[in-house]
């Protein structure tokens, strides 16, 4: 099992930045895929972007290329959430979790980061 801890959230104006970091511990999260979701009030969670914490390959929900990037320093077991050119539309709580390789299943999640967008 992986263990996560993120931070990064905040108050932002539209068109402002922040970057997320999530802390992962555990004994096998080298196999893992490590990923982001958001979830805005009344709305479904939703998929945001994904690392294979190994090999660095990343996958984006079509709606967050461009603005956001996802990435990890693995002497630092993180993995961040660069968000640019934010919107109100991007308001939500955002989750890092953490899934073995092979599997679609996410068994380990954070507590979550509170991002608000003012317009």
């Known amino acids: 099992q992986v263990q996560l801890v993120e931070s990064g959230g905040g108050l932002v104006q539209a068109g402002g930045s922040l970057r997320l970091s999530c802390v992962a511990s555990?004994?096998?999260?080298?196999?893992?895929?490590i990923s982001w979701f958001r979830q805005a009030p009344g709305k479904e969670r939703e998929f945001i972007a994904a690392?294979?914490?190994?090999?660095?390959?990343?996958y984006y929900a079509d709606f967050g290329k461009g603005r956001f990037t996802i990435s990890r320093d693995s002497a630092m077991n993180t993995v961040f959430l660069q968000m640019n050119n934010l919107k109100p539309e991007d308001t939500a709580v955002y989750y890092c979790?953490?899934?073995?390789?092979?599997?679609?299943?996410?068994?380990?999640w954070g507590q979550g980061t509170q991002v608000t967008v003012s317009s």
């Open positions: 690392i294979a914490w190994s090999g660095g390959e990343t």
């Open positions: 979790a953490a899934r073995p390789a092979g599997s679609n299943t996410y068994n380990s």
């Open positions: 555990g004994r096998t999260f080298n196999k893992y895929f």
